[in-house]
């Protein structure tokens, strides 16, 4: 399969917003496709997933409140808005396309084996 591209990183202080692009193909867009994070010495995270058909979104606990996935079927687009930001939120953050069993779906627990497609990532840096 062809990457997906995210767009959108930088510098940003904390409690401030940031949005996040990630530009998929005209099958892709109709899977789950899914936000991780990777910071300096952690594992990769699951940060947000949202069905193909958009009926369903998921996020992980510690974002819960602060970021929003969406979709525009149009754009071929997913983004992720991200407020409230917090220095602990610095990672490269990687969009990604669900694959395997029931790929339209996300799960609660967001592996990144069940993913494919993996954009370059993008810097997001949160500091003051």
């Known amino acids: 399969q062809l990457q997906l591209a995210e767009s959108g990183g930088g510098l940003v202080q904390p409690g401030g917003s940031l949005t996040l692009s990630c530009a998929a193909s005209?099958?892709?867009?109709?899977?789950?496709i899914g936000w991780f994070r990777q910071a300096p010495g952690k594992e990769r995270e699951g940060v947000a997933c949202?069905?193909?058909?958009?009926?369903?979104?998921i996020y992980t606990d510690s974002v819960k409140g602060r970021f929003t996935i969406s979709r525009d079927y149009a754009k071929k687009t997913v983004t992720l808005q991200m407020n409230s930001l917090k220095p602990e939120d610095t990672a490269v953050y990687y969009c990604?396309?669900?694959?395997?069993?029931?790929?339209?779906?996300?799960?609660?627990?967001?592996?990144?084996?069940?993913?494919?497609?993996w954009g370059q990532g993008t810097q997001v840096t949160v500091s003051s």
């Open positions: 990604a396309v669900r694959i395997g069993s029931l790929p339209t779906v996300c799960f609660t627990h967001q592996r990144s084996l069940d993913f494919g497609s």
């Open positions: 005209d099958t892709s867009i109709y899977s789950g």
């Open positions: 949202i069905s193909g058909s958009s009926s369903e979104a």
